[in-house]
């Protein structure tokens, strides 16, 4: 698609005014009730359609289809985020009524740092073709290393602090509680951090490491950088109310590893065919229609496949129970 750059500004404009409604609704700590959360899990994921049938009237079908293939790769990359959310919110035992502050800041600064990446990646692609031969192989090594640790018998469930993280708790130092919302206090004569800030800084960075497949992935989709900062804008914005829907069934998706791993594998292959058709060798390529069936079908099975696993696990552990001693 050839945007303008009124165009670009413009959808920038519009969705920071999102941003900002959905900030000034939750401004107020509390806690998210399942019915607030599914309401506005609906508003974004209908603006996300919304804004991909406008791409269809605007652009036709191939911008549409991109944009809707990526956005549910990304969408389901953001739902195997939420695992780690979960752990870094037991991790600092925030407090139930603060966790939608955190998650909303959280994701912005997400927001902002994946623009980054995008338009960093943008023009790695336009100066060099053969970066599609590396994302190729990286989304392919890590649909393997999915597998692998899908199928441990036993998974980390504590969340290790990064590098960045400890680096800014040495320097800064951290208070010892939370105090509501603040993001700094003064404690003895000094300046520190509260764990409110820690676990926003945490939730950003996390989110810019999943960056490095799910950037990769979406360019295996189209390489148009404004289809590509729209549908991970909307895969974000809508986690945190996600987070609130579905984190009692987070549990039970037991195979979302797998279906991720066939995606990514999926799409580090349709990179790699789009590179060797870039190089002159004449080899079929993926087209987004089927991509996009693709993709559906697998997130289809995979959720299908986890909710049986899960209510067969239940079911023998109930009988398991019936049976044990009296």
């Not at 009730?33 to 994921?45: F, I, M, P, Q």
């Not at 950088?225 to 579905?246: D, E, K, S, W």
């Not at 067969?312 to 009988?319: D, G, I, K, S, V």
Request: proline fraction near 3%.
């Amino acid at each position: 698609m050839n945007v303008s750059p009124s165009v670009w500004l413009l959808t920038v404009a519009a969705l920071c005014l999102l941003v900002g409604v959905d900030f000034l609704i939750g401004r107020k700590p509390h806690d998210v009730s399942l019915k607030e959360a599914g309401t506005w899990t609906v508003v974004w994921v209908v603006l996300a359609v919304l804004f991909g049938v406008g791409l269809w009237i605007v652009g036709g079908s191939g911008p549409a289809g991109e944009f809707f293939a990526g956005y549910l790769t990304e969408k389901s990359l953001s739902v195997d985020n939420l695992f780690v959310f979960v752990l870094i919110m037991s991790k600092f035992a925030v407090p139930s009524q603060y966790q939608q502050r955190v998650l909303m800041v959280g994701v912005l600064m997400a927001l902002v740092l994946r623009g980054v990446f995008i338009a960093a990646g943008a023009a790695i692609i336009s100066a060099f073709s053969w970066v599609f031969y590396l994302f190729g192989a990286f989304l392919i090594w890590t649909a393997w290393k999915l597998i692998q640790d899908a199928r441990k018998e036993e998974h980390e469930e504590e969340y290790q602090e990064n590098k960045l993280l400890k680096l800014a708790e040495r320097r800064f130092g951290v208070a010892d509680r939370y105090h509501g919302t603040k993001l700094f206090v003064t404690e003895n004569g000094k300046r520190v951090m509260t764990p409110m800030l820690v676990v926003m800084l945490a939730i950003g960075s996390t989110d810019v490491l999943f960056a490095l497949d799910s950037i990769p992935a979406i360019y295996g989709l189209t390489q148009d950088p404004y289809i590509v900062f729209t549908a991970n804008a909307f895969a974000l914005m809508g986690l945190r109310q996600l987070y609130f829907l579905i984190g009692g069934l987070l549990k039970k998706l037991v195979h979302l590893s797998y279906g991720l791993a066939i995606i990514l594998g999926f799409i580090g292959v349709k990179l790699f065919l789009h590179a060797l058709h870039e190089s002159g060798v004449p080899v079929p390529e993926i087209g987004i229609p089927f991509s996009l069936g693709f993709i559906v079908l697998v997130l289809a099975v995979t959720t299908f496949t986890s909710l049986r696993a899960s209510k067969r696990q239940q079911a023998e552990e109930a009988t398991r129970d019936d049976a044990g001693p009296r």
